[in-house]
T-cell receptor, first 112, second 112 residues
Framework: DADVTQTPRNRITKTGKRIMLECSQT?????MYWYRQDPGLGLRLIYY???????NKGEISDGYSVSRQAQAKFSLSLESAIPNQTALYFC???????????FGPGTRLTVL | GDSVTQMEGPVTLSEEAFLTINCTYT??????LFWYVQYPGEGLQLLLK?????DKGSNKGFEATYRKETTSFHLEKGSVQVSDSAVYFC???????????FGTGTSLTVIP
């Protein structure tokens, strides 16, 4: 089984719709992250969480919200999607004592 | 703030050619440095890392040396293969290890 799973893998939606992207991990690590990837811009951090009660904004949190429902689950929501939120979204977990991250397979979101 | 600048692509090489992808960083203190690789349709995977000055990270024939004096962490491989075709990201983690900063990515295509 994959260590980090993301659902859905692809989603097409319309402007103004509410969208939730989900991330689950099987490793039991505390740290989880959401990034978006855009061509020419690399990865940019949206939100991160170090445990269920700890949520932190990243570089580009406007227009997004998150929920850490359990240690293993970290969801990203777009309350009212807009076209410039069309991107590839990645969830990652932080590996303790290894000072690195492990990424999920990504969700491709298109907002029309 | 902390940041990473890496060489723009795309880069196209013939099989068995020598590869260099440049990466420089700006950071407070001495961060850990990473190279991640993203194969088509997949998430990012850690390729190699270095945690202190003069450390050399290596994996799958790729190498990078942490150069404090030039604030650089250039990726090299002596003989690339078609299977190395991917997007390569340079990254650093801040001193707390809580946040990661990624470069914009360099696309590499290796032709037979």
């Amino acid at each position: 089984d994959a260590d980090v799973t993301q659902t859905p893998r692809n989603r097409i939606t319309k402007t103004g719709k509410r969208i939730m992207l989900e991330c689950s991990q099987t490793k039991g690590h505390d740290r989880m992250y959401w990034y978006r990837q855009d061509p020419g811009l690399g990865l940019r951090l949206i939100y991160y969480s170090f445990d269920v009660k700890d949520i932190n904004k990243g570089e580009i949190s406007d227009g997004y919200s998150v929920s850490r429902q359990a240690q293993a689950k970290f969801s990203l929501s777009l309350e009212s999607a807009i076209p410039n939120q069309t991107a590839l979204y990645f969830c990652a977990i932080g590996i303790p004592n290894a000072d690195t991250q492990y990424f999920g397979p990504g969700t491709r979101l298109t907002v029309l | 703030g902390d940041s990473v600048t890496q060489m723009e692509g795309p880069v196209t090489l013939s099989e068995e050619a020598f590869l260099t992808i440049n990466c420089t960083y700006t950071a407070t203190g001495y961060p850990s440095l990473f190279w991640y690789v993203q194969y088509p349709g997949e998430g990012l995977q850690l390729l190699l890392k270095a945690t202190k000055a003069d450390d050399k990270g290596s994996n799958k024939g790729f190498e990078a040396t942490y150069r404090k004096e030039t604030t650089s962490f250039h990726l090299e491989k002596g003989s690339v293969q078609v299977s190395d075709s991917a997007v390569y990201f340079c990254a650093l983690s801040d001193l707390s290890g809580n946040q990661f900063y990624f470069g914009t990515g360099t696309s590499l295509t290796v032709i037979p």
